[in-house]
């Protein structure tokens, strides 16, 4: 989990948290493997709506799970109360 403010975007000053899909904690056994592994991203942005997938090969084939808001940070958000996040830049427009 993480904390971000969105004081840029909308002028609110209390933190939202971010959350990585307990899938993904379940796969990965430390922060540095996923750099790793190939990875496809599919996904949608309409305003603060954010739904996508996350699609994975391993030994067994491919492995598709979902994403949506709470998985993802908006640009111009700020990072509080947090050493570092792990994400990949994704362009929705």
């Known amino acids: 989990m993480c904390f971000i ?3 840029n975007l909308d002028g609110e000053t209390n933190l939202k948290h971010k959350f990585v899909h307990k899938d993904l904690l379940n796969f990965y056994n430390n922060d540095l493997e996923v ?9 949608k942005l309409f305003s603060y709506a ?3 997938s996350y699609e994975i090969e ?8 979902s994403l949506d ?3 993802f940070i908006l640009r111009g958000c700020s990072l509080r109360n947090t050493k570092y996040v792990i994400g990949l830049v994704s362009y929705t427009g």
């Open 5 to 7: 403010e969105t004081k």
């Open 35 to 43: 750099l790793y592994h190939f990875l496809k991203i599919i996904s």
């Open 50 to 52: 954010f739904t996508g």
């Open 58 to 65: 391993t030994s067994e084939g491919k492995k598709q799970i």
């Open 69 to 71: 808001h709470k998985n």
